[in-house]
């Protein structure tokens, strides 16, 4: 239930997530605060009586439990800074949310994740050098992180998922709010590949000064950024800026020096950020060799040519050592001749090997 009391103390203070914290280490916990005293609550916000005043007048149950019935009914999850599923990552920022909506499955933190922003009027050079990165760092298994917007966001999401990879879209708006409203289509397919996520609450409209504060979402929820087009006075070059404020390396991809929408991208350059031009300099950045990106494809191939029963056993057997047929079976909670059948068929097809009183490995070809 703290969760729900933590996700109330977000909407309240939506823009003041100092003094939601500040509050968190006063009072204990969210529900505390919800059930302070109203004295005690003026007496810890007196320099800001409006959000007390806030606070107070917004501790309705029933409103609470009107939000929580929304939640459930549109199918968001609302992770507070708190949660297990928290990124990690976005931690690190300087101004975390207190609290994230997420529509679709949000990736675990042990994934690489990039974020690719950039023009939302690209050029056709912009659109084809876009598509073709992030495709390949979807074949890499690398989730792409970017904002849904016309142009260089769009693109990056269709090329991750059209490379068969996952992606995350920071939203202005809620979650269940599609801006710009062409992108519906291309809104449902990144929630069945990957997530919408936003800090606004379900409903909130898209609105200009929304998005600068969903910027700092984009580099933190990212261990690199790479800019792909960007005008002089891009909002895009905000992005890149609040990325390297918090830490993130910026990278970008040169443009045509006679193009107005090159100019942002080009002064990155010149003040230092390193220049990328193919998909491997990425994952090479990201400790990613060429030949681990091989094995990865690979290994996804190999997969996609297993039943489930098959890739589940499959996924038992180590890349670097040996095990037996009764492990595999404890592991999984299955009978001993299932697993034996699957194992046998697994090795006919030439995927695994059996090893004198030693067990099963992965054939080396696909290890």
């Not at 909407?11 to 914290?21: E, P, T, V, Y």
């Not at 107070?56 to 439990?65: G, Q, V």
């Not at 230092?272 to 191939?301: A, F, H, M, V, W």
């Not at 098959?310 to 670097?320: F, K, S, T």
């Amino acid at each position: 239930m703290e969760e729900y009391y933590l996700m109330w103390l977000a909407r309240i203070l939506l823009s003041q997530s100092k003094h939601a914290f500040a509050l968190l280490g006063r009072f204990g916990s969210a529900e505390a605060i919800f059930h302070a005293d109203v004295t005690q609550l003026q007496q810890a916000l007196a320099h800001t009586p409006k959000l007390a005043h806030a606070l107070i007048s917004n501790r309705i149950p029933a409103l609470l439990d009107e939000w929580i019935a929304e939640l459930e009914e549109k199918d968001i999850c609302f992770y507070s800074y708190f949660h297990p599923r928290y990124p990690s990552l976005l931690k690190e920022i300087y101004d975390p949310p207190l609290g994230i909506y997420v529509k679709g499955d949000l990736p675990e933190d042990d994934k690489n994740t990039v974020g690719v922003i950039g023009a939302r009027n690209c050029s056709a050079y912009g659109a084809s050098v876009t598509h073709r990165i992030t495709k390949e760092l979807g074949n890499a298994n690398v989730i792409v992180v970017s904002g849904m917007a016309r142009g260089i966001d769009s693109i990056a999401h269709c090329g991750v998922m059209d490379g068969d990879g996952r992606t995350i879209a920071v939203l202005g708006s809620g979650v269940d709010v599609c801006y710009p409203t062409e992108n519906q289509n291309l809104m449902e397919r990144i929630i069945q590949h990957g997530c919408v996520l936003s800090e606004y609450p379900p409903g909130t409209p898209a609105l200009p000064y929304h998005f600068p504060a969903r910027n700092r979402i984009i580099s933190g929820l990212s261990k690199m950024i790479v800019v792909i087009e960007a005008g002089k006075r891009s909002g895009t070059l905000i992005t890149a800026d609040l990325a390297l404020e918090n830490g993130r390396d910026v990278f970008v991809v040169p443009g045509n020096v006679t193009s107005k929408l090159s100019e942002g991208t080009n002064n990155l350059i010149k003040q230092g950020c390193p220049i990328i031009t193919e998909s491997d300099d990425i994952l090479l950045e990201l400790g990613i060799s060429y030949r681990e990106n091989e094995k990865i494809q690979l290994y996804q191939k190999v997969l996609e040519s297993l039943s489930p029963e098959e890739q589940i056993v499959y996924a038992q057997i180590p890349v670097d050592c040996s095990i037996t047929a009764e492990e595999i079976a404890r592991q999984l909670q299955k009978d001993i001749r299932e697993v034996q059948y699957i194992l046998s068929l697994l090795e006919i097809s030439g995927h695994i090997r059996k090893l004198q009183q030693a067990g099963y490995i992965r054939c080396s070809h696909i290890s």
